[in-house]
């Protein structure tokens, strides 16, 4: 049976698929499609019912949800903390230095193994946690360059990111009504900043740190920082 989620996530990627992104892009990645198979098993297993909040990311990493499908999407995290493995295809186009290995590419992602190993240690179970929470990225699209740099979304030339934003987010104004939240919790500023617009108002949209390496605060005690902005918010863990 198709659930609601795995709707809205067949129709954005179908809509994306219909853009088109030139230099500095050079490779584009949707696990949307490559790694269907874990992604809709993450979505059907762990999307069903209201949800108190929505933490919400940027867009895959490459060691991430490029790799198994899965928001912040750390190998390791999503196969024994999730409970979720499965075929992974190749994209159609891929950079020689960034393969998909799906759930065999031996490199971990460390924003992955910080924000589900924070969720692991105050909550025990996967079940515990999504009783109450879900985890998606606004953006599902990977983008490289060249050089095998990662580009985010908010660095596209507005006439590519434009169509995009508009796209992605419809796509999650279809999810926050489906799974009715009271906040949902950008992690990291774009992120908050994307919902913040997509949802004008509608739902309370609150920031927490992002935890990638690249941010000297998260390698500073970010399950702390994190732990105290979420009882500011009324979600005490």
């Given at each position: 049976m198709t659930t609601p989620l795995v709707r809205i996530s067949r129709e954005l990627s179908a809509s994306l698929a219909a853009l088109e992104f030139g230099p500095p892009v050079a490779y584009v990645?949707?696990?949307?499609?490559?790694?269907?198979?874990?992604?809709?098993?993450?979505?059907?297993?762990?999307?069903?019912?209201?949800?108190?909040?929505?933490?919400?990311?940027?867009?895959?990493?490459?060691?991430?949800?490029?790799?198994?499908?899965?928001?912040?999407?750390?190998?390791?995290?999503?196969?024994?903390?999730?409970?979720?493995?499965?075929?992974?295809?190749?994209?159609?186009?891929?950079?020689?230095?960034?393969?998909?290995?799906?759930?065999?590419?031996?490199?971990?992602?460390?924003?992955?193994?910080?924000?589900?190993?924070?969720?692991?240690?105050?909550?025990?179970?996967?079940?515990?946690?999504?009783?109450?929470?879900?985890?998606?990225?606004?953006?599902?699209l990977l983008f490289l360059e060249e050089s095998c740099k990662n580009l985010t979304p908010d660095k596209l030339p507005k006439r590519e990111r434009e169509p995009l934003l508009a796209r992605c987010d419809e796509a999650l104004r279809a999810i926050v009504r489906e799974l009715g939240p009271r906040l949902v919790i950008g992690v990291g500023g774009f992120a908050a900043a994307s919902a913040s617009r997509a949802l004008g108002g509608a739902v309370e949209v609150a920031q927490i740190l992002h935890p990638s390496p690249a941010n000297p605060r998260a390698n500073r005690g970010w399950a702390d920082e994190v732990r105290r902005d979420l009882a500011a918010l009324g979600i005490p863990l």
């Open positions: 990645y949707d696990p949307l499609q490559y790694a269907r198979a874990p992604h809709e098993a993450y979505l059907t297993r762990y999307g069903g019912g209201k949800k108190e909040a929505i933490f919400l990311g940027m867009n895959p990493g490459p060691f991430g949800m490029a790799q198994t499908g899965v928001p912040f999407g750390d190998v390791a995290s999503v196969r024994d903390f999730l409970g979720i493995e499965a075929p992974v295809e190749r994209p159609a186009r891929e950079h020689p230095k960034r393969p998909v290995l799906g759930f065999a590419h031996p490199r971990s992602e460390v924003s992955g193994t910080r924000l589900w190993g924070f969720f692991q240690e105050a909550f025990g179970t996967p079940e515990a946690f999504f009783e109450r929470f879900f985890v998606v990225n606004y953006c599902p």
